[in-house]
């Protein structure tokens, strides 16, 4: 997903404290209930990769590990939803504030020209990156990652990282049977 972007002007519209507060609430009922059926907040802003060490190399060794390059941006997840009968599209900061993204639905496959039906209450975690085009133009684009085996990794260095269109700061190594944790992991 793109959108045209000035990195001067920002994005055109945040939303203030207590709109913030309603979106805030649609967002949290997408996510998981504790055993009293309270709502937890949404944990994706808040887990935190850790460095490769050395000790590292034996766990992924033994231990099926997904790959992909780790873009250089702002950590986001995008909350795809239903407003007053109309889709609507946010952003949402590790500082939990909502970006509203306007002119953008996510229409489901099944739709057709009569009936057209958008994905809601969907939750997709990606990272906000400022692409330049070979004409120097800026776009800001929604990463979302497309991860290999950790067999894959000559692919991602030789093939995906050389054609980024934004900056790179590393590689990201996800376990393909830990579950997910918020805060620091300490399983690579």
Not at 22 to 36: A, D, E, F, Q, V
Not at 78 to 98: C, G, W
Not at 120 to 126: K, S
Request: charged residues 25%; contains cysteine.
């Amino acid at each position: 997903m793109s959108l045209n972007y000035n990195p001067q002007q920002g994005l055109k519209r945040k939303y203030n404290d207590t709109t913030d507060q309603n979106y805030y609430k649609k967002g949290k009922h997408l996510g998981p209930t504790n055993s009293l059926n309270t709502q937890l907040e949404i944990p994706g802003l808040r887990s935190q990769p850790i460095s490769f060490v050395k000790d590292h190399f034996t766990e992924l060794a033994n231990e099926n590990y997904f790959v992909c390059e780790k873009s250089d941006g702002i950590r986001a997840l995008m909350l795809i939803t239903i407003v007053q009968d109309a889709p609507k599209v946010f952003l949402i900061d590790r500082h939990n504030s909502y970006w509203d993204i306007q002119n953008i639905a996510f229409p489901l496959p099944q739709s057709d020209d009569r009936h057209i039906h958008y994905h809601n209450n969907t939750i997709i975690d990606g990272e906000l990156v400022e692409d330049t085009e070979q004409d120097g133009t800026k776009i800001l684009s929604f990463e979302v990652k497309k991860m290999e085996l950790s067999y894959g990794l000559t692919k991602v260095l030789e093939v995906d990282i050389p054609n980024l269109k934004h900056k790179n700061d590393g590689l990201i190594f996800t376990s393909s049977i830990a579950p997910y944790a918020t805060g620091t992991c300490n399983k690579m």
